[in-house]
């Protein structure tokens, strides 16, 4: 009889274990070891503070890249994962840049840039260029182009293994 490496026994054990009873879009599974899977991918949030540029490596380091977002329902299930079961949604980064050129946003993971979420009057470079973007801004947790040197908490994404 072959026995499981440890790995996929702890990927079951935290699937088991993280599974979520109140029924939120976002749940762990075996393929994403640890990480939250939604819609055939796996996220993380990760708390640590961080400026876009290293959270983007941060991300490459644990085989994915800061979250690109496809629609409405995968950022809500982003969102939720980034609140940890409470009502506090930090500023957090997620993917896109326009660092190339000013105002064509893309993502991070090479996803087509199709949906976004702007707080309204944003983007708007306020005091100088913003070339990074972050989620959960303002009173209606949409997204705000931010100065990449700022130090934020993130959310990686990566395709299911």
Known sequence: MKTLPVIAIVCVVMTLTGADAKGHLIKRSIHCCGWSEYNGRCFIFIPSSMTWTSA???CQS???NL???RDVFEYQAIQKLT???TSHYPDTWIGGSDGE???VWLWSDGTPFHYS???PGEPNNLSGPQNCLIMNFGASKGWDDEKCTVRRSSVCVKKIQ
């Open 67 to 69: 979250a690109s977002v």
């Open 101 to 103: 050129e000013d105002g």
């Open 62 to 64: 644990l085989g994915g």
């Open 83 to 85: 609140s940890n079961g």
């Open 117 to 119: 979420n702007w707080y």
């Open 56 to 58: 983007e490596k941060n």
